[in-house]
């Protein structure tokens, strides 16, 4: 989907919400998705490439794997994405890249981590999930959740369909692993994309499941909104996310605001990866970060990268 399809989405979805006339939308396009009164606008503070290398770029390099065919990710041989990670113990995986999103699980032998990597998804299909009118939200899967009962949180219907097909082989998979190597304390939930919703939601139950010395690490890439405020409430007090956004990728800022989704905390977002200039962003939906973008320079390009440290997503890296 071009900036400009996304634009005419955008504008007619709002015509369609609110029956104003289509000229006097375009200035509203921006407080409809991303800029309004509902969002944080505290300062950025400069976040180094050094320390994003440290703390998110294996995270990624992870997340990119699960774009690879099964069976190379299986073998651990699906070109740079696994090249470039080395000691890394396969142990599971399921999905069919198609219905039900590839997912892997992981040794990671070098940090000692157990590692759930979801697949994302073409940007185009995901901006037609997020863009065509269906922004339904859907109470939270409370049984798989338990944390999360009793809190008004709401999500994504469609986020938590996809999520509920591998939720149950992904917590079995989890808990065999950790009961089968003692030594294994932390665990990181990583995605890009589709995979980034589905890994806050996966990350959110392993944390309603596993034992509190668990140590469990979510980092994404490119994550749409989820769920509604109460959802990104209880993200922040109990299942933290650090989310990275780039520059002017249109995919973080849908759903829109005003159909009652938010951000949780832990935004990293880059407005340039060629210097790089990365950013901390402090609060829910902060304005000086993706959600004060403008629309108009919407970049599609921009979901799938580069983001720093030439991290890329898709399957273009993948062996064939």
Known sequence: MRPSSLLLAATLTIHGTYARPLPSLLGDIENFFGSGDDESSGSTTPVSLATANATLLR??????AAYCSPESVTAWNCGLPCTQLAGVQFLQSGGNQGTVPFYYIAHDTVENTLVVSHEGT????????LNDAEFALTDVDAQRITLA????????????????????????????????????????VTGHSLGAALATMTAAMLRSNL???????????GLPRGGNQAWADFLDSQSPVTFVTNQNDPVPIVPPLAFGYKHSSGEVHI???????????????????ITGNSLLDASV???????????TFGSGQCSS
């Not at 073409?122 to 999930?129: E, F, G, K, R």
């Not at 668990?214 to 890439?221: E, H, K």
């Not at 407005?271 to 970060?289: E, F, L």
């Open 149 to 188: 009962a009793g809190q008004g949180a709401q999500v994504h219907d469609g986020f938590q369909d996809t999520f509920q097909r591998t939720a149950d082989g992904i917590l079995s998979g989890v808990q065999a692993a950790l009961g089968n190597d003692s030594s294994i304390s932390q665990v990181l």
């Open 59 to 64: 995270a990624g390099q992870f997340a990119r």
């Open 122 to 129: 073409d940007p185009d299909n995901l901006l037609s999930l």
């Open 301 to 311: 390009a921009n979901h799938l990268g580069p983001y720093f440290s030439d991290l």
């Open 271 to 289: 407005t340039d990866p060629t210097t790089p200039a990365i950013v901390s962003c402090p609060g829910q939906d902060n304005s000086n970060c």
């Open 211 to 221: 034992p509190s010395n668990i140590d469990i690490t979510t980092t994404t890439f």
